[in-house]
């Protein structure tokens, strides 16, 4: 069951996302290499302590850091560690705070240094498959029509949509109905009602889209070594279109 959220669930909701937002401009700040992916999670961490929340994940079963870290070849979940960042890394970096019984949700891709061209534009082809995604997430849409239109994008470049994990509801809970596949076909799957709030979070491999996850039973890894890139915002969707609640005027994301 979906549950549809009120204008005051909506506020809160972007509440914790503004502290999110906070904390992932506090650690792209820090983000140089050398740094160890254990202090880009101290700093958030500590930020969203002072603001008054909690970092979602944290514990969240079992899951041992406060936000994820993912490195290169890794697709989600990367547990932070005493791993450095080496110049010509790109890192996806996943933040969730929960604040006044309410969770925001968002996640973004940053370049170490400089880069090749090869994974700035991965990077800036899976901000384009959200930003189209987010376009999408209107009133009488249908979730497959999210989903294609990411799709449609993403393999138009010639990179490839991971399957095996998707965006999701939010609100009291971290992760709730409905689920969103980051592909398909249009007008399939459930129709979007106001007061939906969702994350709109695309995976791109710059080869084959099939992953694995580590020993750790938590990092997903592409599974022919490919470079991955992801990017998520939490959106509501209103009777006036899209309302992405993670992104704020005066910061970068």
Known sequence: MIHL???AEIERIRASCRIAAEAMDLVGGAIAPGVTTARLDRIADDHIRRRGGIASAKGYRGYPGS???????EVVHGIPGRRRLQAGDILSVDIAVRKDGYHGDMNVS???GEVDPEACDLMETTRQGMEAGLEATIAGARLGDVGHRIQRLVEGRGYSVVRDYCGHGIGRAFHEEPQLLHFGEPNQGRRLEPGTVLTVEPMVNAGAPEVRVLDDQWTAVTVDGSLS???EHTVAITDDGPDVLSRFDDLAF
């Open 229 to 231: 890139s992801q990017f």
């Open 5 to 7: 959220k009120s204008a």
């Open 110 to 112: 940053f370049a170490v």
């Open 67 to 73: 936000i994820c870290v993912s490195v290169n070849e």
